[in-house]
C-alpha cells in the first residue's frame, strides 16, 4: 500500500488548513506503520509501556469516533476496541489482531468524521456535549485538538518506529 502524504496548503483559509493540517498528521501516522507485519506493529515501546504503533491507530480510531460522532453529531457511538473491563482496550491488540482490520476500521472512522465535519461550520456548536465538561464544542476547538493528538501520538509513533527497525523520519 503506498500512502501518499500531502502538505498543507501554506496560504488557505482556516477550514482549508485546519482540514489539511489534519489530513498530514493522520497520513503521517499511517507512515510510520507502513511496511511493518502485524507483530511488528503490535510490539510494545519498551517496558513496562505496552504501547505500540497498532495501538496507537486502534486509540485514534476511538478518538475519531469519538470527538467526530459522539460530540459533534451526537450519534450513539459505542466504543469500538474498549470495554468497562478493558478500558484501554485499544492499547491491547491481540495476536488475532491485524493491521488490515486496524487499517480499515481507522479509514472507515475518518471517513465519517469527514462526512459529519461536512455539516457543521467551524463555529457551529457540536450536537452532543464534552464527556467531562458537559458543554458543547465548536468545530474549530475539535480540530485543534485533533491535530494536537494526532501530533503528539506521531511523535511516541516515530519513537516506537525507530524501536523496531531503526527507521526515522518526519
Not at 465519517?112 to 464527556?131: E, I, K, Q
Request: charged fraction near 30%.
Amino acid at each position: 500500500m503506498t500512502i501518499e502524504r500531502t502538505v498543507p496548503p501554506v496560504t488557505a483559509d482556516e477550514r482549508t488548513m485546519l482540514e489539511g493540517w489534519l489530513d498530514f498528521h493522520r497520513q503521517t501516522l499511517a507512515l510510520k506503520c507502513a511496511g511493518l507485519d502485524d507483530a511488528q506493529l503490535r510490539t510494545a515501546s519498551a517496558a513496562p509501556s505496552d504501547l505500540s504503533l497498532m495501538g496507537l491507530v486502534r486509540h485514534m480510531a476511538e478518538v475519531e469516533r469519538s470527538w467526530f460522532r459522539r460530540v459533534l453529531a451526537a450519534e450513539d457511538a459505542g466504543p469500538i476496541y474498549y470495554s468497562d473491563e478493558d478500558p484501554d482496550g485499544e492499547f491491547h491488540p491481540g495476536e488475532a489482531d491485524t493491521w488490515e482490520e486496524t487499517h480499515a476500521t481507522w479509514q472507515a472512522e475518518i471517513a465519517v468524521a469527514r462526512g459529519n465535519a461536512a455539516r457543521f461550520g467551524l463555529d457551529d456548536m457540536s450536537d452532543g456535549r464534552h464527556r467531562r465538561t458537559g458543554e458543547a464544542i465548536s468545530l474549530r476547538w475539535i480540530y485543534t485538538h485533533m491535530i494536537e493528538e494526532y501530533a503528539r501520538h506521531n511523535g511516541h509513533a516515530d519513537l516506537i518506529r525507530e524501536r523496531i527497525d531503526g527507521a526515522t523520519g518526519d
